[in-house]
C-alpha cells in the first residue's frame, strides 16, 4: 500500500480545518457527519480521510466510520483552533448528535463528552442528567460527577419549574 505525504507536508487550510474537526471526535465518527459539518466536498474529505488510514494515524472500523489513533496528532490538531472555534465545533457535534443517535445512554455518553465543554441549555442539561447516570451505572463516578457539577454550573442563578427541579435533581445525585 502506498503512502502518501499529505498530512505530513504544509496543508492547505481547509485541510487543517477539516483534521481539527476530526481530532474534535472523542471517538468514532461518519464520514456523514463530516459532510454534514462542512461545506467541504465529499472528495477532498475521502482523500485526507484515505491518507490517514494510509498512514496510520486514522482507523476504520467499518465502511464510513473512522477513529483517529494518533493522540499527539489530536493535540496538534486541536491546538490549531482557538477557543470560540473549539467552543463552535463541540456544540455543532453536540446538536448533530441530539439530531442523529438513537436516544440512549450511549448518546448521553458520547454527547457528554463534547456537552462538558460548552454551555448547556435545559435540554442539553437533562443529557448530562442522563449521562451522569449512564455513568454511575458503569462505575465511572469521576465522570458522573463532572455531569452533574456542569449541569449546577450552567443552570447556576437561573429560576422556574422545571429549572428548579433539574438543578435538585442534580445536586442530589
Not at 34 to 46: E, F, N, Q, R
Not at 65 to 70: C, E, M, N, R, S
Request: a neutral charge.
Amino acid at each position: 500500500m502506498k503512502k502518501t505525504k499529505k498530512t505530513n507536508d504544509l496543508m492547505h487550510h481547509d485541510d487543517q480545518r477539516l483534521l481539527s474537526l476530526i481530532a474534535v471526535f472523542e471517538s468514532d465518527f461518519s464520514i456523514d457527519w463530516l459532510v454534514g459539518l462542512t461545506s467541504y466536498k465529499i472528495t477532498g474529505i475521502l482523500t485526507i480521510l484515505e491518507d490517514g488510514v494510509q498512514n496510520g494515524w486514522l482507523g476504520s472500523r467499518e465502511p464510513g466510520v473512522y477513529y483517529l489513533k494518533d493522540v499527539k496528532k489530536r493535540k496538534k490538531w486541536i491546538d490549531l483552533l482557538n477557543q470560540r472555534e473549539k467552543n463552535e465545533l463541540h456544540r455543532k457535534i453536540a446538536d448533530l448528535f441530539l439530531a442523529e443517535l438513537s436516544d440512549d445512554e450511549n448518546k448521553a455518553i458520547q454527547l457528554s463528552y463534547h456537552l462538558l465543554l460548552i454551555p448547556c441549555d435545559i435540554e442539553k442539561c437533562l443529557w448530562l442528567l442522563k449521562a451522569g447516570d449512564a455513568y454511575r451505572k458503569i462505575f465511572r463516578t469521576d465522570k458522573a460527577l463532572q455531569c452533574y457539577a456542569k449541569v449546577l454550573d450552567d443552570l447556576e442563578g437561573l429560576k422556574g419549574g422545571e429549572i428548579d427541579r433539574i438543578y435538585t435533581d442534580a445536586a442530589l445525585r
